[in-house]
């Protein structure tokens, strides 16, 4: 059995201590956070205030990290080199210079597996859609869309203001909103030449990461991509990611895979999960099974730094591009 820990006791670490606890093949042994008001939040498992504490003196197989993103990197840093694995919330880093360092970390300690938290990769409708466009049945791909139409008060930031704080947080609606999209956007179109984006504050909030972002993407494969995400939007809208392929378009939204143009034929929905984080997915808990399981038996199929690198590298070309009001090539970058 796989004794796991989770490391930051936020919003999110609702998401995957049920997911843990869920798994008859791991136990939840142990969790930290700073705030010692937490102690009594997760019934059963030790509770530490210091993870490096935590790490020397309970045996772990896999410790969940989510925690802000600037302690991604340090904490999972700290994981390898105590040969434990890593399953760690999105994104990657700060930056995309950070996650070439963590990118080396994993090179170095091949033992070791890294697993970003990219759920998305695992919903039915993405999978289904990755199928379509992979089979060749219906051509090349023309377009691929991305939009995210979200909603944050101005207390989502004063209340953690580390999420208002590039040095914290690595920006903002990319980074945070909408890193999903981008991850998903360049699976469906492969190798990418160039970015031009665009990103701005739309919100009087007094923050310093973007609130809106805009770019348009040149595949290699001379497909064309736009992807637009906004957190200055009345609620949180569903996202939508849209490919038009040589022979038909298929759209991802509301949670339902549909092929056509007026007339949509439903092709698969989502499983959908409950609550008012509902536009977090349901697929928290499929990818965390998968990544034990790929603990369990040393195999490989599950979504590593490498793969996670190419979002990092893809908000930072946007936000290049927005400052120096120009597209970024890829391989240059």
């Known amino acids: 059995m796989l004794k796991t820990a989770v490391i930051g006791l936020g919003d999110i670490s609702k998401i995957h201590i049920p997911a843990i606890q869920a798994n008859p093949e791991a136990k939840l042994v142990a969790v930290c956070d700073i705030d010692e008001a937490l102690i009594d939040s997760v019934p059963g498992v030790n509770f530490y205030t210091d993870y490096h504490v935590m790490l020397e003196k309970e045996k772990i197989d896999c410790v969940h990290i989510c925690l802000p993103h600037y302690l991604h990197y340090p904490a999972t840093k700290s994981c390898v080199e105590m040969g434990i694995h890593v399953f760690q919330e999105k994104p990657l880093t700060l930056n995309y210079e950070e996650g070439l360092a963590l990118a080396a970390l994993q090179e170095n300690n091949k033992d070791i597996k890294i697993c970003v938290c990219f759920q998305n990769r695992y919903n039915e409708t ?69 970015i031009r984006g665009s990103i701005d504050q739309l919100l009087d909030y007094g923050i310093e990461v973007e609130d809106t972002a805009t770019a348009h993407i040149k595949f290699k494969n001379g497909a064309s991509g736009l992807f637009f995400a906004t957190n200055a939007n009345a609620e949180n809208s569903s996202v939508e990611l849209e490919v038009i392929l040589e022979k038909e378009k298929f759209t991802i939204k509301d949670s339902i895979l549909t092929r056509g143009h007026e007339q949509k034929e439903v092709l698969i929905e989502d499983t959908k999960m409950p609550g008012t984080k509902f536009y977090y997915g349901a697929s928290h808990v499929k990818l965390i099974n998968h990544f034990y399981s790929c603990i369990v038996n040393d195999t490989q199929d599950y979504v590593n730094v490498k793969d996670a690198l190419t979002s990092m590298k893809m908000i930072d070309a946007i936000r290049k591009s927005s400052e120096e009001k120009k597209a970024i090539k890829m391989e240059e970058f």
């Open 126 to 194: 993405f999978e289904m859609l990755q199928e379509l466009v992979v089979s060749g049945e219906y051509g090349k791909v023309i377009g691929i869309k991305g939009l995210v139409a979200w909603f944050r008060p101005k207390d989502y930031y004063h209340v953690k203001p580390w999420r208002g704080k590039m040095k914290y947080a690595g920006g903002g609606v990319m980074i945070n909103q909408s890193i999903h999209t981008l991850d998903l956007m360049h699976l469906l179109g492969g190798e990418m030449e160039s």
